[in-house]
């Protein structure tokens, strides 16, 4: 039988509402050494620092609600796009409810081009790369990734994970819920793009700047 034989009788069976195949097992690409907490926050922040991205290290979520206001006064905005998340709406708390703009399904790109900076949860942070992977429910909340110049990512420490291999499972498992929309986009630093003359430019195909408020 010919890979597309193969591809095609498959399809039929699930269309047919025979039992589904049951997933192949996941070969393991890189070994878990089940580093501490410490130990990985430590990695994840080298790891994205080394492109450019910052971190801060925030021991209450009170300590991230006054770094927030510090970055919207650096950034001299008050107005501030977030997905709406259970710990978005706790880090913009105390925020004027007007200074906090939560995507709708009516805004477009060009909506959303006055946005100075977007935050946005962490599902899970990948500690060997320094990565931010991001569940996106909607269009919305993908473009509020990567249209403002500064892309503010919030999560606690239980959240960080080894490598991408440590949470394949639960990726996958997310990703064939029928019931489940969207995507998950994964951030590693600033935008960076370079033309042939190696001149590196910075926020060209995303944000220009990234932030990253590790609670806990």
């Not at 009788?9 to 501490?36: F, M, Q, Y």
């Not at 706790?90 to 909506?111: F, M, Y």
């Not at 990512?153 to 960080?160: D, I, K, S, W």
Request: charge should be negative; glycine fraction near 8%; include cysteine.
């Amino acid at each position: 039988m010919s890979s597309r034989d193969a591809i095609l009788s498959r399809i039929r069976t699930a269309l047919a509402g025979d039992p589904p195949v049951a997933r192949p097992s996941i070969p393991e690409v890189w070994p878990r050494t089940n580093p501490g907490i410490e130990e990985m926050a430590e990695r994840f922040t080298k790891e994205l620092r080394a492109v450019g991205g910052e971190v801060y290290r925030l021991t209450t979520m009170d300590d991230a609600r006054r770094k927030l206001a510090e970055l919207m006064e650096e950034l001299q905005s008050t107005l501030l796009g977030a997905i709406d998340r259970p710990i978005c709406r706790e880090l913009c708390g105390e925020l004027p409810p007007d200074h906090v703009a939560w995507p709708e399904p009516g805004w477009t790109p060009r909506t959303m081009s006055d946005l100075v900076a977007g935050l946005v949860p962490a599902d899970y942070l990948l500690a060997d790369t320094g990565s931010c992977l991001i569940a996106c429910g909607t269009h919305q909340e993908r473009i509020l990734c990567y249209l403002p110049p500064t892309c503010i990512v919030v999560a606690r420490t239980a959240q960080l994970v080894e490598h991408l291999p440590a949470v394949w499972e639960t990726i996958a498992s997310r990703s064939g819920d029928p019931n489940l929309r969207g995507e998950f986009v994964i951030v590693t630093g600033p935008s960076r793009t370079a033309d042939i003359e190696k001149i590196l430019i910075l926020g060209v195909h995303g944000p220009k700047r990234l932030v990253v408020l590790l609670v806990g």
